[in-house]
């Protein structure tokens, strides 16, 4: 069992940038993957970014590809998604979820997670 608690929400300016972390207890981190998540009010929950156990591996949005960077450290149970270049758009509730048999591609769809953090609210202003 994999319990995720994110943190770094807050507000930003448009332009401006904010750094998630999730943090995970247990010690088998290193056998999920990690994803985080978005949903906005009145949209479906939209993938974000993943990243591999073996941290050899990162899938993007391609609404977030060159702004946003995933990283995890497995020694401290932590993934992060740097965020960059914020814009109005990005506004949303971002959870990270930890996938423990599924990999590649499969990682960009929510079916290919096991374990859910309860979000943290990202809000861009213009």
């Known amino acids: 069992q994999v319990q995720l608690v994110e943190s770094g929400g807050g507000l930003v300016q448009s332009g401006g940038s904010l750094r998630l972390s999730c943090a995970a207890s247990?010690?088998?981190?290193?056998?999920?993957?990690m994803g985080w998540f978005r949903q906005a009010p009145g949209k479906e929950r939209e993938f974000v970014a993943a990243?591999?156990?073996?941290?050899?591996?990162?899938y993007y949005a391609d609404s977030v590809k060159g702004r946003f960077t995933i990283s995890r450290d497995n020694a401290k149970n932590t993934v992060n998604l740097q965020m960059s270049s914020l814009e109005p758009e990005d506004t949303a509730v971002y959870c990270c979820?930890?996938?423990?048999?599924?990999?590649?591609?499969?990682?960009?769809?929510?079916?290919?997670?096991?374990?859910w953090g309860q979000g943290t609210q990202v809000t861009v202003s213009s």
């Open positions: 979820a930890a996938s423990q048999f599924y990999s590649g591609p499969s990682l960009y769809t929510g079916r290919a997670y096991d374990h």
């Open positions: 247990g010690r088998t981190f290193g056998s999920y993957a």
């Open positions: 990243i591999s156990r073996s941290v050899s591996d990162k």
